[in-house]
Nanobody
Framework: QVQLVESGGGLVQAGGSLRLSCAASGSIFSINAMGWYRQAPGKQRELVAAISSGGTTDYRDSVKGRFTISRDNAKNTVSLQMNSLKSEDTAVYYC????????????????WGQGTQVTVSS
């Protein structure tokens, strides 16, 4: 079994900062890409930022220059530093990882965290 556990959400005023963290645990052989998605009420889930196992990053345009994704491969963690937050960043944020487990080393599966609420007040 593999679990992704997120932490760090909360309520912040516009212009403020939050840092989200996600730790993967369980029978992990390797982790490929990791990322953060978000889903606002009435909207589809969207990719916010992603990072490859080699450290290549990608961001949606609306967060470029404000958000920074990073990962620690030794600890199987991924973080999202969010600065200059805006009310439109309000959403439930989900950690995502593509993981190869020790039980099935010939394939990878998509895993999700439980989600953490980020609320930005204007």
């Amino acid at each position: 079994q593999v679990q992704l556990v997120e932490s760090g959400g909360g309520l912040v005023q516009a212009g403020g900062s939050l840092r989200l963290s996600c730790a993967a645990s369980g029978s992990i052989f390797s982790i490929n890409a990791m990322g953060w998605y978000r889903q606002a009420p009435g909207k589809q889930r969207e990719l916010v930022a992603a990072i490859s196992s080699g450290g290549t990053t990608d961001y949606r345009d609306s967060v470029k220059g404000r958000f920074t994704i990073s990962r620690d491969n030794a600890k199987n963690t991924v973080s999202l530093q969010m600065n200059s937050l805006k009310s439109e960043d309000t959403a439930v944020y989900y950690c995502n990882a593509i993981i190869t487990t020790a039980q099935a080393m010939d394939r990878s599966f998509n895993y999700w965290g439980q989600g953490t609420q980020v609320t930005v007040s204007s």
